[in-house]
C-alpha cells in the first residue's frame, strides 16, 4: 500500500519534502522525491503584489503559499514507483522489500554532493517509537535517533490508520 505526495521534515513550521510513504509488514519506506524549499520561490514569484511586498510577506506566504501546498498534496494513493517498475501489485511483502532495498542500495552509491533530495527511509516495526497520528493526519514517530514527521492530511487519515494496522504499527484497540 502506498499515500502518495506525503509531506515530510518540519523545520520552523513548514515541511520540506514531498514524497511516497510505502508500508509492507512491519515496514514503512519514505521515498522523497520532491524539494519542496525549491518550489516555493516558483510560487512566490507568480504571486508577486505591487504593494511594496507588505501583502506577499504577511498573506501571501504564510497563507496562500502553504495552502497550495496542501491542496496539492490531494492525489491518488499511487506511488511513483509503480510508473518506474519497482512495484507491481502481484509483488509480495518480500519482493516488494528486497526491490525497494536495492533501490535504496543503488542510491546510496550514486548519491552526489549536489543532490537535494534525502536517501529514501525504511523504519522497521522494531525501531519506531511514539508512534501518533493527529487530528489534522500528521504521522509522528521515533526512530533512528530522530522524530519523524509525515503530513498525510486529513483526507487520507482514515486510510493511514487502516494501513498502519494491517502492516501491524498499531493494534486494533490503539487510537494512533
Given at each position: 500500500?502506498?499515500?502518495?505526495?506525503?509531506?515530510?521534515?518540519?523545520?520552523?513550521?513548514?515541511?520540506?519534502?514531498?514524497?511516497?510513504?510505502?508500508?509492507?509488514?512491519?515496514?514503512?519506506?519514505?521515498?522523497?522525491?520532491?524539494?519542496?524549499?525549491?518550489?516555493?520561490?516558483?510560487?512566490?514569484?507568480?504571486?508577486?503584489?505591487?504593494?511594496?511586498?507588505l501583502?506577499?510577506?504577511?498573506?501571501?506566504?504564510?497563507?496562500?503559499?502553504?495552502?497550495?501546498?496542501?491542496?496539492?498534496?490531494?492525489?491518488?494513493?499511487?506511488?511513483?514507483?509503480?510508473?518506474?517498475?519497482?512495484?507491481?501489485?502481484?509483488?509480495?511483502?518480500?519482493?516488494l522489500?528486497?526491490?525497494?532495498?536495492?533501490?535504496i542500495?543503488?542510491?546510496?552509491?550514486?548519491?552526489?554532493?549536489t543532490?537535494?533530495?534525502?536517501?529514501?527511509?525504511?523504519?522497521?516495526?522494531?525501531?519506531?517509537?511514539?508512534?501518533?497520528?493527529?487530528a489534522?493526519?500528521?504521522?509522528?514517530?521515533?526512530?533512528?535517533?530522530?522524530?519523524?514527521?509525515?503530513?498525510?492530511?486529513?483526507?487520507?487519515?482514515?486510510?493511514?490508520?487502516?494501513?498502519?494496522?494491517?502492516?501491524?504499527?498499531?493494534?486494533?484497540?490503539?487510537?494512533?
Amino acid at each position: 500500500m502506498s499515500i502518495d505526495e506525503v509531506a515530510y521534515y518540519k523545520v520552523a513550521g513548514q515541511y520540506c519534502f514531498q514524497g511516497d510513504l510505502i508500508f509492507t509488514n512491519g515496514c514503512i519506506y519514505f521515498f522523497p522525491h520532491t524539494d519542496l524549499n525549491q518550489r516555493i520561490p516558483d510560487f512566490s514569484n507568480e504571486l508577486e503584489t505591487p504593494i511594496g511586498g507588505l501583502l506577499d510577506e504577511f498573506f501571501m506566504r504564510p497563507v496562500v503559499l502553504p495552502l497550495i501546498n496542501t491542496l496539492a498534496m490531494r492525489s491518488a494513493n499511487r506511488s511513483r514507483l509503480r510508473t518506474m517498475g519497482l512495484w507491481r501489485e502481484v509483488d509480495s511483502d518480500e519482493v516488494l522489500k528486497s526491490k525497494l532495498d536495492g533501490f535504496i542500495a543503488e542510491l546510496r552509491r550514486n548519491r552526489t554532493p549536489t543532490d537535494t533530495l534525502p536517501i529514501p527511509s525504511r523504519f522497521e516495526h522494531g525501531e519506531v517509537s511514539n508512534l501518533k497520528l493527529s487530528a489534522a493526519g500528521v504521522l509522528s514517530f521515533e526512530a533512528q535517533s530522530d522524530t519523524h514527521d509525515f503530513c498525510v492530511g486529513i483526507f487520507k487519515k482514515r486510510l493511514l490508520r487502516e494501513v498502519l494496522w494491517q502492516c501491524g504499527f498499531i493494534t486494533g484497540r490503539q487510537s494512533a
